[in-house]
């Protein structure tokens, strides 16, 4: 009889199975399956019904979770609870449709690992004994983690109840004002925890301005030229903003200031919400994963391929692909599929969430310590119509025109924007001959 029970739970181990596999697999008979099953009925979680039913066994040491979701007006409800079942894969039976089994942690969920500059900020002060590198956690401790210690996730998803327990009983976050940025960033930099684990690698942090729910990035000091050139990233980010959201894209609020030879960029939170409301977030690198697939192409590519499975409408299709041919005409480099978003509703196609870090990056600092000098633009032209770098065109001309008429960035950075508009000049003629 030992044989058997050693075989069944090896067999379980795999992954679900119905009793009739469990029988034909173990060599043991149905009623044996049966009594075997209900001696062990707390280790296991039955999955579909009659003779449908499957068989999963939990895995050791990994507790069931509730998930609250936090609703734009600020009230909570419960969304699903997760299990997780040999040998990796977990089980989520939601509160408003059919549950599902996924492979591996769900893919609405891929986005809360901490990442980026905050993220290895909140993964190293982890007190659960976990590795100080969050890219080594498996599913099981991520979930631990997000559990018992994150206090500030992004998008509005709480997982387990002491995160839910955190988010009632928390104080309302400290307001701060724009002379308190300074210290707060020295703390960052520091690597003490300032928040969220928004990602991103450009130094940042989380705050409560003037009573609005913010994310700031800040430039080095202004005594070095690193800090010269990142200050004018900063304040090119700004613009693009505000000159995408004159064209008709969604953009949050952003402003930017010097204070104290550093320069600080303070762009309203989109998955936070007046009254303690919440959104969803969901970045185009994890629907890409769940849906399509294919990582590694450009933005245009990717929408067309979530429009034809309906996970976006044509019109959000053309908005990814308009913001897209404005970046590789604004020498922003950095389009990967981690800085593009879109807003989780539940049920529909996916929107995009407010435009973010549209940053001209091929003329930033590189980690060596170099500073560009000089950019030659190649825009992929064949990836885009015509319709759609005429939309772009204007905007990035705008942006490159009003970059070198300002003081507000450096002599070096305003020679550099008056030589993208000379280069954008004749790209309006080839634009034109575009299909």
């Given at each position: 009889?030992?044989?058997?029970?050693?075989?069944?739970?090896?067999?379980?181990?795999?992954?679900?199975?119905?009793?009739?596999?469990?029988?034909?697999?173990?060599?043991?008979?149905?009623?044996?399956?049966?009594?075997?099953?209900?001696?062990?009925?707390?280790?296991?979680?039955?999955?579909?019904?009659?003779?449908?039913?499957?068989?999963?066994?939990?895995?050791?040491?990994?507790?069931?979770?509730?998930?609250?979701?936090?609703l734009?007006?600020?009230?909570?409800?419960?969304f699903?609870?997760?299990?997780?079942?040999?040998?990796?894969?977990?089980?989520?039976?939601?509160?408003?449709r059919?549950?599902?089994?996924?492979?591996?942690?769900?893919?609405?969920?891929?986005?809360?690992?901490?990442?980026?500059?905050?993220?290895?900020?909140?993964?190293?002060?982890?007190?659960?004994?976990?590795?100080?590198?969050?890219?080594?956690?498996?599913?099981?401790?991520?979930?631990?983690?997000?559990?018992?210690?994150?206090?500030?996730?992004?998008?509005?998803?709480?997982?387990?109840?002491?995160?839910?327990?955190?988010?009632?009983?928390?104080?309302?976050?400290?307001?701060?004002?724009?002379?308190?940025?300074?210290?707060m960033?020295?703390?960052?930099?520091?690597?003490?925890?300032?928040?969220?684990s928004?990602?991103?690698?450009?130094?940042k942090?989380?705050?409560?301005?003037?009573?609005?729910?913010?994310?700031?990035?800040?430039?080095?000091?202004?005594?070095?030229?690193?800090?010269?050139?990142?200050?004018?990233?900063?304040y090119?980010?700004?613009?693009?903003?505000?000159?995408?959201?004159?064209?008709?894209?969604?953009?949050?609020?952003?402003?930017?200031?010097?204070?104290?030879?550093?320069?600080?960029?303070?762009v309203?939170?989109?998955?936070?919400?007046?009254?303690g409301?919440?959104?969803?977030?969901?970045?185009?690198?994890?629907?890409?994963?769940?849906?399509?697939?294919?990582?590694?192409?450009?933005?245009?590519?990717?929408?067309?391929?979530?429009?034809?499975?309906?996970?976006?409408?044509?019109?959000?299709?053309?908005?990814?692909?308009?913001?897209?041919?404005?970046?590789?005409?604004?020498?922003?480099?950095?389009?990967?599929?981690?800085?593009?978003?879109?807003v989780?509703?539940?049920?529909?196609?996916?929107?995009?969430?407010?435009?973010?870090?549209?940053m001209?990056?091929?003329?930033?600092?590189?980690?060596?310590?170099?500073?560009?000098?000089?950019f030659?633009?190649?825009?992929?032209?064949?990836?885009?119509?015509?319709?759609?770098?005429?939309?772009?065109?204007?905007?990035?001309?705008?942006?490159?025109?009003?970059?070198?008429?300002?003081?507000?960035?450096?002599?070096?950075?305003?020679?550099?924007?008056?030589?993208?508009?000379?280069?954008?000049?004749?790209?309006?003629?080839?634009?034109?001959?575009?299909?």
């Amino acid at each position: 009889m030992k044989s058997h029970t050693d075989a069944i739970l090896r067999f379980l181990r795999r992954g679900p199975a119905s009793g009739s596999a469990i029988s034909r697999e173990c060599g043991v008979s149905q009623p044996t399956v049966s009594r075997f099953l209900k001696q062990i009925e707390d280790r296991l979680l039955a999955i579909g019904n009659g003779r449908s039913r499957q068989y999963a066994l939990k895995r050791a040491g990994a507790d069931e979770l509730p998930i609250y979701r936090v609703l734009e007006d600020g009230r909570a409800e419960k969304f699903a609870t997760i299990t997780a079942i040999e040998p990796a894969a977990f089980w989520v039976n939601y509160t408003y449709r059919e549950a599902e089994f996924f492979e591996g942690l769900p893919w609405w969920m891929q986005d809360m690992r901490p990442r980026g500059f905050l993220g290895r900020i909140n993964a190293r002060h982890n007190t659960l004994g976990l590795h100080p590198d969050a890219s080594y956690w498996s599913d099981d401790s991520l979930l631990e983690w997000l559990n018992r210690e994150n206090s500030d996730p992004i998008g509005n998803l709480l997982i387990g109840r002491e995160s839910y327990q955190r988010w009632l009983t928390a104080p309302s976050s400290t307001n701060v004002s724009w002379a308190q940025l300074p210290a707060m960033a020295k703390s960052a930099l520091a690597g003490e925890s300032v928040g969220s684990s928004a990602a991103g690698e450009q130094p940042k942090l989380t705050a409560r301005l003037d009573g609005v729910e913010t994310l700031v990035k800040f430039s080095p000091m202004l005594d070095q030229a690193a800090g010269v050139r990142w200050a004018d990233g900063l304040y090119a980010e700004h613009l693009a903003l505000k000159l995408l959201s004159e064209a008709h894209f969604d953009c949050s609020d952003s402003d930017t200031r010097i204070i104290e030879a550093q320069r600080f960029l303070v762009v309203k939170r989109f998955d936070r919400l007046p009254e303690g409301g919440r959104r969803g977030i969901i970045s185009l690198e994890s629907v890409l994963a769940q849906f399509v697939g294919n990582l590694d192409r450009p933005w245009p590519e990717s929408a067309k391929s979530l429009a034809s499975k309906q996970r976006i409408l044509p019109e959000t299709a053309s908005m990814m692909t308009r913001l897209w041919c404005f970046g590789q005409l604004t020498a922003n480099t950095d389009m990967h599929n981690g800085n593009l978003s879109f807003v989780l509703t539940g049920s529909g196609p996916l929107s995009m969430a407010p435009v973010y870090d549209m940053m001209p990056m091929a003329l930033m600092p590189r980690p060596s310590g170099h500073i560009p000098e000089h950019f030659n633009l190649n825009p992929q032209w064949a990836f885009a119509t015509r319709q759609d770098w005429q939309a772009a065109y204007p905007v990035a001309m705008q942006f490159w025109q009003q970059l070198a008429g300002t003081e507000e960035v450096s002599a070096e950075f305003r020679t550099l924007a008056d030589g993208f508009v000379v280069a954008l000049v004749p790209m309006e003629r080839m634009i034109s001959a575009l299909a």
